[in-house]
T-cell receptor, first 113, second 112 residues
Framework: KAGVTQTPRYLIKTRGQQVTLSCSPI?????VSWYQQTPGQGLQFLFE???????NKGNFPGRFSGRQFSNSRSEMNVSTLELGDSALYLC????????????FGPGTRLTVL | QQQVKQSPQSLIVQKGGISIINCAYE??????FPWYQQFPGKGPALLIA?????SEKKEGRFTISFNKSAKQFSLHIMDSQPGDSATYFC???????????FGRGTSLIVHP
């Protein structure tokens, strides 16, 4: 059974640009959550999508947005990139919204110059 | 506001020793406490989890001890092995809010 896949694995952008990250959940999983991981702030929840609807949202500015498609694949978009957005962005999938057991992907390492 | 405080930040243990990582929480609404293990270049993986109605849960060499009155829980790794070298995160989650709160992580190094 394939795990959670994230693309791209590495990304370098400059300030002011925007970026789109992609996540394919485990087959059959309908919930996708996104997290930001940095050395300073640790793991922080961004948002969760279930059945193409955002179900939960963390405390991040509106520059961070996402969406989920009918096949449960999800994308996360960050507009007007700032240096502080440099981080590892993790996607986690679960059977349903609120499921305690989440399976994380390897992450996308975003560097903003 | 850090709702889950994890310590120590780093830990060095000899092979065969016991690794102990502690977490303390503030929100009494938390009802699920998982531990994650993360290797470099990988995402976190669920290691073991506990609910507050039990005081201890053991899976192989990994044990969670839970003290509800003190609002603390800890991970014990018995017979630590070099392959256990990773970063460990505790987390807490409540049924009312599906947003998990993570500790800052502990970098564990097990020397052979």
């Amino acid at each position: 059974k394939a795990g959670v896949t994230q693309t791209p694995r590495y990304l370098i952008k400059t300030r002011g640009q925007q970026v789109t990250l992609s996540c394919s959940p485990i087959s059959g999983h309908r919930s996708v959550s996104w997290y930001q991981q940095t050395p300073g702030q640790g793991l922080q929840f961004l948002f969760e999508y279930f059945s193409e609807t955002q179900r939960n949202k963390g405390n991040f500015p509106g520059r961070f947005s996402g969406r989920q498609f009918s096949n449960s694949r999800s994308e996360m978009n960050v507009s007007t990139l700032e240096l502080g957005d440099s981080a590892l962005y993790l996607c986690a999938s679960a059977w349903s919204s609120g499921s305690h057991e989440q399976f994380f992907g390897p992450g996308t390492r975003l560097t903003v110059l | 506001q850090q709702q889950v405080k994890q310590s120590p930040q780093s830990l060095i243990v000899q092979k065969g020793g016991i690794s102990i990582i502690n977490c303390a929480y503030e929100n009494t609404a938390f009802d699920y406490f998982p531990w994650y293990q993360q290797f470099p270049g990988k995402g976190p993986a669920l290691l073991i989890a506990i609910r507050p109605d039990v005081s201890e849960k053991k899976e192989g060499r990994f044990t969670i001890s839970f003290n509800k009155s003190a609002k603390q829980f800890s991970l014990h790794i018995m017979d630590s092995q070099p392959g256990d070298s990773a970063t460990y995160f505790c987390a807490a989650r409540s049924g009312g809010s599906y947003i998990p709160t993570f500790g800052r992580g502990t970098s564990l190094i097990v020397h052979p």
